[in-house]
């Protein structure tokens, strides 16, 4: 079979594979007892798995496992259904048949049907959401804000902001709630109302997925993840306490975290979710660093982390815990699938096989890069004679870098004007937490062409540049897409209306 290919592909596995696993059914095919494939439940065992009436030797997929190693292995010498019913991303046809398919070894002898029925859904409990959003999956929740609603608010409002969940929400009792907070063996135990105590601080941050254009990286070749299209990004004010000040309350100051070789800082959210910073970032005096209890003034919606979540100013999203449950103090980065494994890592884009490379090698992504997306293009008439075309966008680069300028072209890249920036222009240097809008406009008499090739590109404060070409960012994982942003537009003769192909 061939397995090489599938393995470390996660993509491009094809044919030969799926022809080869027919032709094996019909010759030969072994069986195995439920008794027998429990057997294999490590590495050195093998690791089998059924689904259905069929047996699985996933041991070679293990470690490129989106979800973690440690995850995949909980299902060792198991069904895996318990946990896709948990998990359902998994009940797709790329995962069922693309990659688990060719890992068949036979099949039971002792089927049974019944065996492993689920009859609780964990998602049951999930909070109700807007039709507005565009859902990829709602199990977990993962659901964008469609491009022509990202502009109407420099805020997102609450139910239009984006969902990234990877498990069901929790059910909290608020009550019982408690943020720990460890060092060595020292546990010190806050509830939320301890922490509204503390001196509230307002922030506005974006938070963007790393995912975010996933969708445009796989139309150059697979890559594995929610096909995000341009809107897992969205904007609030958060409002909370500063993690600095809560660490300073308990006696971690500055001078304690460097004595006592602290380097990063984890949180863990309580479905489980774990990733960490620099701690730097959190003692810097203009980090800021939150522990955010209300978003755009009202309390933490479900979805985005009631009671409370870690803003992470500038930071990828994953870095912003959710249903913020643990922070722990560490000379170590965090482990899990989001820090150390490849959830998270911006993988080389010429590396097609993660055979090539060591993972511990790459950092885990943490400052989001420079960004910029064209949202709408509009055809504005001011009167008969006064038409402009209207391109508007959004821009946004992590580590508080502002944005210096937006080019954008109409022609292909063959000439590029300036774009004109609004909200979120005047931050603070250095502290430009939140996207930033700009448009252009370009009267309909300079339009040469019916044929619109628009691109749009930024710059920020650091002047760093997004890669022109698409390969230079593709990656395996489909992880931070900030080439440059193109749609193709037609402008229609007859209703002088814009068609985008
Ligand atoms: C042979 C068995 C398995 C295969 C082929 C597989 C494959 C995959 C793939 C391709 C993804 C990426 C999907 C996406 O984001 O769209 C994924 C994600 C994930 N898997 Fe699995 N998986 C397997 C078993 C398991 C098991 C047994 C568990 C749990 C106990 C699990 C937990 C997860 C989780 C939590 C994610 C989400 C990670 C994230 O979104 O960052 N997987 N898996
Ligand atoms: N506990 C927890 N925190 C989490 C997540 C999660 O699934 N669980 N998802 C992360 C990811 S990948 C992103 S992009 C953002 C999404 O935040 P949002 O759903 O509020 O938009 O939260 C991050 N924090
Ligand atoms: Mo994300």
Redesign the pocket.
């Known amino acids: 079979m061939a397995i090489k290919k599938l393995i470390f592909g996660?993509s491009g596995i094809g044919l030969t594979s799926g022809l080869s696993y027919y032709f094996f059914k019909n010759k030969n095919e072994k069986k195995f007892t439920y008794e027998e494939v429990s057997k294999h439940n490590s590495i050195d065992k093998k690791v089998w798995?059924t689904y259905k009436k069929d047996v699985?030797d996933?041991t070679k997929?293990i470690q490129y496992?989106?979800?973690?190693k440690d995850?995949?292995m909980?299902?060792g010498g198991k069904d895996?259904e318990p946990?896709?019913n948990?998990?359902r991303?998994?009940l797709n046809d790329?995962?069922i048949n693309t990659?688990?398919l060719p890992?068949k070894i036979g099949s039971l002898s002792d089927y049974e049907h019944n065996k492993y029925l689920n009859t609780t859904d964990p998602y049951i409990s999930d909070p109700k959401r807007n039709d507005l959003l565009k859902f990829h999956n709602l199990t977990p929740c993962n659901s964008e804000v469609p491009s022509n609603y990202l502009l109407d608010n420099w805020i997102t409002p609450n139910d239009f902001w984006y969902i990234r969940n990877?498990?069901p929400v929790p059910i909290v009792d608020i009550d019982k709630f408690k943020l720990n907070i460890n060092f060595q063996k020292n546990i010190f135990s806050l509830s939320i109302k301890e922490i509204k105590k503390l001196k509230n601080t307002k922030l506005i941050s974006t938070i963007q997925c790393g995912g975010n254009r996933r969708s445009g990286l796989n139309k150059l070749d697979k890559t594995?993840?929610?096909t995000w299209d341009i809107g897992a990004i969205s904007n609030a004010e958060w409002n909370g306490v500063l993690l600095k000040e809560v660490l300073n309350n308990l006696g971690f100051t500055s001078e304690k975290i460097n004595d006592n070789n602290i380097k990063h800082i984890h949180f863990e959210g309580i479905d489980g979710v774990k990733s960490s910073i620099p701690i730097e970032k959190v003692i810097n005096n203009r980090g800021d660093v939150l522990l955010a209890f209300e978003m755009n003034g009202d309390t933490l919606p479900e979805d985005h982390g009631f009671p409370l979540r870690v803003i992470v100013p500038g930071h990828v999203g994953i870095r912003n815990i959710k249903w913020l449950k643990n922070i722990t103090l560490s000379d170590k980065e965090a482990d899990g699938?989001?820090q150390k494994e490849i959830?998270y890592k911006g993988i080389p884009h010429y590396i097609k096989n993660l055979n090539e490379i060591n993972l511990d090698d790459i950092p885990p992504i943490q400052e989001t890069p420079i960004q910029s997306c064209i949202t709408d293009i509009n055809l504005l008439e001011i009167s008969d004679k006064d038409k402009y075309i209207e391109i508007r966008g959004f821009a946004y680069s992590g580590g508080g870098r502002g944005i210096n300028r937006v080019d954008v072209s109409i022609d292909d890249g063959k000439t590029w004007r300036i774009a004109e920036l609004k909200e979120g222009s005047n931050q603070e240097y250095n502290r430009a937490w939140a996207w930033t809008f700009w448009e252009l406009k370009i009267h309909i008499t300079e339009i040469k062409k019916k044929r619109l090739k628009v691109i749009c590109k930024a710059i920020d404060s650091s002047y760093n540049i997004q890669p022109d070409k698409i390969e230079h960012a593709w990656n395996i994982r489909g992880l931070n897409n900030n080439s440059w942003h193109r749609i193709d537009s037609h402008i229609n003769d007859k209703t002088f209306g814009l068609k985008h192909i």
């Open positions: 996660l798995v699985y996933i997929f496992h989106p979800g973690g995850k995949i909980l299902a895996l946990y896709w948990i998990y991303q998994h790329n995962i990659i688990l890992l990877h498990n594995s993840g929610t699938p989001w959830a």
